[in-house]
């Protein structure tokens, strides 16, 4: 493996040596040696993934502090976070890291060590042509990552806009975030009605009835859902807060502000896409197209395991950029994924995505009802979408307050922006323009 002199004088200074010799150390205890009786005999690597997850942990954070002469500039902490994420959830050919296990484990030198990690992680996450590193000059710490895939007209097919995606999140994913369902699905005043309803199915007296599918299809998963949603979710009635001096007790029915639907084609872009689940306004009349424009949440459902977690990702990553180019003010926009029975809920930002750890739902689907309750009951606000900006019979109207008066004043603009991000991660610049010219 070719070494480049600065790395050799880099390593000098600042060595591989806690890391690669904790790995060496994890690899005794577990009795794990690369040992074969012929040169063809595979080596399998599955005993040490765990190991192979901390490894890549510690390269992240050796990425992160000290910048390694042969690959500044190729952000490669981003990219061995994603390696990490996608050994963590088994999505990728654990086979590959044979060379550089095999390069620790024979005490090579840390700068063969660390040229073995650079072409693996240039073979599993690549930058290509249309995507560079840049830093400031006045901020030389801080890196710019610019992505110019082609994203936009008839040709950008799904796998394109994955691979676009996949450079423009990296580094920028945050999985399992400390108080996160807390904030979006528990402290909210409707949560006590979330919970309800989800008691109610749990605790229903026929356990046989309304079980969450064994084979867990989309269509099946879905058809589940709108039972449920049938079932428990619309005909709850919240017990009366006062009784009229002459009148009966009544109780009110639960104001779901988002109606869910699911595997229907949306158009809004220059082309359809085919959504698992998504969540729309009740306020739409019926038989309205959908639009990207009217989305408010988005799922992703499948029976595969988390094996297929990146690329499930990717997808709803697909999805959600979508959203954004047809509502460039929204401020973020909520989403899950369900593999199998594993329950992972999402919200992207133009920070970049962020989510729950893995819920598992098998043997507990109020679970899901809850969350799925929990998005119908949503607010514009807590759906992340801006309510100074009102769209309506063909017009979009902006409420703003007049400086020198300090009085509200409407905008009628134009109905699309002139100038808008098509990224998901960007500092959303987005100009309309005024119909009276300003």
């Known amino acids: 493996m070719l070494m480049a002199d600065e790395d050799v004088q880099h390593f000098i200074k600042y060595p591989l040596h806690k890391i ?75 086979s590959f890291f044979l060379p550089l296990v095999s390069s620790i484990l024979s005490n090579a030198a840390d700068a063969e060590i660390w040229a073995h990690l650079a072409y693996l992680v240039d073979k599993e996450e690549p930058i290509t042509p249309q995507q560079y590193d840049a830093s400031s000059s006045h901020h030389p710490n801080s890196h710019h990552i610019y992505t110019t895939a082609p994203l936009q007209g008839a040709d950008e097919t799904m796998e394109i806009l994955k691979d676009a995606l996949r450079k423009e999140l990296t580094g920028s994913v945050f999985e399992d975030v400390e108080g996160f369902y807390a904030k979006f699905f528990e402290k909210p005043l409707w949560a006590i009605k979330c919970k309800k309803i989800s008691e109610s199915y749990a605790n229903r007296k026929d356990k046989n009835s309304f079980r969450f599918p064994d084979d867990r299809t989309e269509a099946n998963v879905w058809q589940w859902i709108k039972t449920v949603q049938t079932n428990f979710i619309e005909p709850y009635r919240e017990p009366p807060t006062e009784k009229a001096a002459d009148g009966p007790e009544t109780a009110t029915a639960v104001n779901t502000h988002n109606q869910p639907d699911a595997s229907k084609k949306i158009k809004g872009g220059p082309t359809f896409r085919q959504v698992d689940f998504f969540l729309k306004s009740r306020s739409l009349r019926r038989g309205t197209p959908h639009s990207w424009r009217d989305i408010h949440v988005l799922g992703e459902i499948t029976k595969s395991s988390t094996s297929v977690w990146m690329d499930q990702l990717l997808q709803l ?43 598992e739902i098998g043997e507990n689907a109020e679970v899901l009802i809850y969350v799925i309750t929990a998005y119908m009951l949503m607010s514009d606000e807590e759906l992340g979408i801006d309510t100074l900006v009102r769209h309506k019979k063909g017009q979009t109207n902006m409420t703003i307050t007049v400086a020198n008066t300090q009085r509200p004043c409407t905008l009628i603009l134009e109905a699309e922006p002139f100038i808008r991000e098509k990224a998901i991660m960007s500092r959303v610049t987005t100009c309309y323009r005024a119909l009276d010219g300003t």
């Not at 040992?35 to 992160?64: C, G, H, K, M, V």
């Not at 002469?69 to 952000?75: L, R």
């Not at 369900?338 to 133009?350: E, G, S």
Request: aromatic share 14%; glycine share 4%.
């Open 20 to 94: 690669t010799s904790h790995f060496r150390r994890n690899c005794d205890m577990e009795k794990f040696k690369i040992e074969r009786e012929s040169p063809n005999e595979p080596i399998d690597l599955t005993p040490i993934s765990d190991l192979l997850e901390n490894l890549f942990t510690s390269f992240y954070a050796y990425a992160q502090e000290y910048l390694v002469p042969s690959t500044t500039d190729k952000n490669m902490s981003g990219r061995i976070f994603n390696i990490y994420k996608r050994i963590k959830s088994k999505a990728i050919t654990i």
């Open 317 to 359: 990553a697909v999805y959600m950029r979508e959203v954004f180019t047809a509502q460039p003010l929204r401020n973020f926009v909520h989403g899950f994924l369900l593999l199998d029975t594993k329950l992972q809920m999402w919200v992207f930002d133009r920070s970049g995505p962020y989510s729950t750890g893995f819920i």
